[in-house]
């Protein structure tokens, strides 16, 4: 069984910064790769990054260059720093790992 719990969103206006963190409960953190999506009000759930175990990353093209995700094996915990953030980035945001596991998510909203 793995628990997560995210946190870290919050109001930010256009250009600003935030960093979410995910805990993860439960040794198997390390061996797993790690995702993050996220979801605005009235949209599907869409797939923003992921981490191997191995650290490769990968981004989706709308957070490419913007958006970095990190992991700390030792701290079983998730991270993702969102730079020069824009409205259209306003989600909730969730981390997953696989199969099946998902957060309760956090609020990033992104406004003047």
């Known amino acids: 069984q793995v628990q997560l719990v995210e946190s870290g969103g919050g109001l930010v206006q256009p250009g600003g910064s935030l960093r979410l963190s995910c805990a993860a409960s439960?040794?198997?953190?390390?061996?797993?790769?790690m995702h993050w999506y996220r979801q605005a009000p009235g949209k599907q759930r869409e797939w923003v990054a992921v981490?191997?175990?191995?650290?490769?990353?990968n981004y989706a093209d709308s957070v490419k260059g913007r958006f970095s995700i990190s992991r700390d094996n030792d701290k079983n915990t998730l991270y993702l720093q969102m730079n020069s953030l824009k409205p259209e980035d306003t989600a909730v945001y969730y981390c997953?790992?696989?199969?099946?596991?998902w957060g309760q998510g956090t609020q990033v909203t992104v406004s003047s």
């Open positions: 981490i191997t175990a191995g650290g490769s990353t």
């Open positions: 439960g040794s198997i953190f390390s061996s797993k790769p």
């Open positions: 997953y790992a696989p199969v099946d596991y």
